[in-house]
């Protein structure tokens, strides 16, 4: 979430994309999203999709409170998913019997719908971290932050078989007063951070472990990375830091929407 730049990935990915979004399952299973928080993301420029009740609204202040209690902290993972990382940030979570928030970029989610189900299949929560990850997308107009965040809900949605992002969170911290309340009349939360792991930036694991046991007082909410890069050092520092969490008495929750 750092204020990384670079849109060379996403780019590639996105050009990746855009060949399979005409095709993407008009049919998703709208059906099944109902026990979670609703379907009706129109994005502008879609029709003729099924008729889907409109996502309850939430709160537009950004969070940072755990639902867990007191003691309890959100791990929130960004910018994938990614073949190589997500898989292993998962398994490392099963392992330890932790829920987490993942961010997802939507053309990322487009392409790797098999991992997008996963995430959701293991009980963790889809956040919308827009479609081009624009760290700059605070100074641009509304109709260009409506496309990031209601298309990357669309495509999120669509990889996942119709379960809705429950939070969104712009790249970088990229807020604006509009953008949150449009993701909030979405049913998407916006969600802060409160522990930047700086693992984004390849400190070591050492470093990454290091920063975040020093700095958990700040608040619940952590912010990893499992895609943008080599994230072994992610996925390192998270073999101790799970285990070391729940040493110390954390339990793990969820952002509260
Ligand atoms: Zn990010």
Avoid at 157 to 174: C, D, I, K, N
Wanted: glycine letters at 12%.
């Amino acid at each position: 979430m750092a204020r990384h730049g670079g849109r060379g990935w996403y780019g590639r990915v996105i050009a990746a994309a855009v060949g399979v979004t005409a095709v993407a399952a008009v049919t998703s299973v709208w059906s099944a999203q109902a026990g979670q928080s609703g379907g009706g993301a129109t994005a502008p420029g879609v029709s003729a999709r099924p008729a889907t009740p409109k996502a309850t609204p939430v709160s537009p202040s950004i969070v940072h409170a755990s639902d867990g209690g007191a003691h309890a902290v959100n791990i929130t993972i960004d910018d994938g998913p990614d073949p190589v990382w997500t898989p292993q940030v998962l398994e490392l979570l099963r392992d330890n019997g932790v829920k987490a928030t993942f961010c997802m970029v939507g053309p990322q989610a487009q392409a790797h719908p098999d991992l997008v189900r996963q995430v959701v299949a293991a009980g963790h929560r889809l956040c919308d971290h827009t479609v081009s990850h624009d760290t700059g997308m605070d100074h641009e107009s509304e109709s260009y932050q409506a496309r990031q965040i209601l298309d990357a809900e669309r495509q999120i949605t669509e990889a996942s078989g119709g379960v809705r992002p429950m939070y969104y969170r712009a790249p970088g911290g990229a807020f604006t007063p509009y953008s949150r309340k449009l993701a909030a009349s979405h049913g998407m939360r916006p969600l802060g951070w409160n522990v930047d792991s700086k693992d984004f930036e390849r400190p070591g694991s050492e470093a990454i472990i290091a920063t975040v046991q020093g700095e958990l007082s700040n608040g619940p909410t952590i912010l990893f990375h499992d895609a943008g890069g080599d994230r072994s050092q992610t996925v390192a520092a998270l073999r101790t830091l799970l285990p070391w969490l729940k040493e110390q008495g954390y339990s793990f929750g969820f952002p509260v929407r």
